[in-house]
Each structure stands twice: as structure tokens, then as C-alpha cells.
């Protein structure tokens, strides 16, 4: 099992940035994916973004561009880089671990572990 904790939210007008981080702790932290997912207020929790162990990168379409998921496997820490914030992506940040190599890295059933969230409001 792998603990996360995230950090880093909080209030930004819209066009401004965040970084999110998550530290990790636990077996496997390295070998494992990292995703960040988000739970709009009063909707489901969607897939943000991942990172394998290698480094590849996936997007959300409406996150491309905008948003850069990166991690530092010396530190076992996996950021999320949200530039050009806009309101619509106020919500609650989740981080989440994969131990697994197989799958679509997009789907929240996929993962094993997850943070306890971390709020980003952004106001227009």
C-alpha cells in the first residue's frame, strides 16, 4: 500500500497557477503510476492526469496544454503543474497511486491508493 498526502490547493483568480504536490510513502512508489484526479462540486471525480514510472505522461482533453504532471522518484513526490487556471477546474485534487502496468490510466477504479484531496477554487 502505498500513503498519500497531498498539498498545495487553495483560492487563485482565474489565468493564475498552482502546483499541487504529493508525497508518497509505502512500498513501491517508483514502480507505481501516479494519477491526479478531480471531483467537481456536485459532480463525479475525473481523471486529471498521470505519470508512469518512466515518465509518459497522459492528459484529460480539457487539462492538455495547461496542466503538467511531473514526479521526482528521489523524493517520492508527484506534482501537478495547473497553469491558466480557469474556474470550471474548481475542485477537489485527489492523488492516486496504480501498482499495476495495465489499463487505460484513466479510470478511477484502476487505482489502489488515494490521497485525502486538496481543495482548488479558482474565481473568475
Known amino acids: 500500500q502505498v500513503q498519500l498526502v497531498e498539498s498545495g490547493g487553495g483560492l487563485v483568480q482565474a489565468g493564475g497557477s498552482l502546483r499541487l504536490s504529493c508525497a508518497a510513502s509505502g512500498r513501491t512508489f517508483s514502480s507505481s503510476i501516479m494519477g491526479w484526479f478531480r471531483q467537481p462540486p456536485g459532480k463525479e471525480r475525473e481523471f486529471v492526469a498521470a505519470a508512469t514510472w518512466s515518465l509518459r505522461t497522459y492528459y484529460a482533453d480539457s487539462v492538455k496544454g495547461r496542466f503538467t504532471i511531473s514526479r521526482d522518484n528521489t523524493k517520492n513526490t508527484v506534482y501537478l503543474q495547473m497553469n491558466s487556471l480557469k474556474p470550471e477546474d474548481t475542485a477537489v485534487y485527489y492523488c492516486?497511486?496504480?501498482?499495476?502496468?495495465?489499463?487505460?490510466?484513466?479510470?478511477?477504479?484502476?487505482?489502489?491508493?488515494w490521497g485525502q484531496g486538496t481543495q482548488v477554487t479558482v474565481s473568475s
Open positions: 492516486s497511486a496504480k501498482t499495476t502496468p495495465h489499463g487505460t490510466y484513466t479510470r478511477e477504479y484502476e487505482y489502489d491508493d
